[in-house]
């Protein structure tokens, strides 16, 4: 089974600065990808940044990138030029690469301000 | 850029009532799913569905809740008989291919009382 785990439960950030939000995961797979979900007040779950695990080069979407560490385990998300519609929650979530039946496994996920 | 519909945004039911949750995923896509999301709590998944069949469900989707592709574009989850605990956001999302991450519809937000 995956666990996926968000330890931070809240975090805040000025405007225009950077914020580093950290996932770790456990998984016996080889082959996975790990995504990066945000969830505006709205309730609406958006992808932000997708990482596949056989890719050893770090996904970047414009001001969004990962630092993806495969031994470790570990899947941050950076935020550069915090923006005030950043403020969300935002959701680590991990899928194996073993069949159309894989299903999401996400952490609880952290809530961030960005401060004006 | 295609987007998987969920209507209705809001619905308020009685304990006890039958409520329809509906979702039309991107019409390319073969793979749905419904996740819900209590409260505060993280998104758990309920049930996978492919080639007109359930493929894998949660211990959450006990005999109370049902789905179905009745017209080939619809996506509809059917809750029997709500109880309190039911009170909770619920994500359809679909994927073209196992290659893929998912697209999520906006959630419809379901209140039992």
């Known amino acids: 089974a995956q666990t996926v785990t968000q330890s931070q439960p809240e975090m805040s950030v000025q405007e225009a600065e950077t914020v580093t939000l950290s996932c770790t995961y456990d998984t016996s797979e080889n082959n996975y990808y790990l995504f990066w979900y945000k969830q505006p007040p709205s309730r609406q779950m958006i992808l932000v940044i997708r990482?596949?695990?056989?890719?050893?080069q770090n996904a970047t979407e414009n001001r969004f990138s990962v630092n993806f560490q495969k031994a470790a385990k570990s899947f941050s998300l950076k935020i550069s030029d915090s923006q005030l519609g950043d403020t969300a929650m935002y959701f680590c979530?991990?899928?194996?690469?073993?069949?159309?039946?894989?299903?999401?496994?996400f952490g609880k996920g952290i809530t961030l301000s960005v401060r004006p | 850029e295609p987007e998987v519909t969920q209507t209705p945004s809001h619905q308020v039911t009685q304990m006890g009532q039958e409520v329809i949750l509906r979702c039309v995923p991107i019409s390319n896509h073969l793979y749905f799913y419904w996740y819900r999301q209590i409260l505060g709590q993280k998104v758990e998944f309920l049930v996978s569905?492919?080639?007109?069949?359930?493929?894998?469900k949660s211990e959450i989707f006990d005999d109370q809740f049902s789905v179905e592709r009745p017209d080939g574009s619809n996506f509809t989850l059917k809750i029997r008989s709500t109880k309190l605990e039911d009170s909770a956001m619920y994500f359809c999302?679909?994927?073209?291919?196992?290659?893929?991450?998912?697209?999520f519809g906006s959630g419809t937000r379901l209140t039992v009382v």
């Open positions: 979530a991990f899928i194996p690469h073993t069949g159309a039946n894989s299903k999401l496994t």
């Open positions: 569905f492919y080639n007109n069949e359930i493929s894998e």
């Open positions: 990482q596949e695990a056989y890719k050893q």
């Open positions: 999302a679909s994927r073209v291919t196992e290659n893929y991450g998912y697209t």
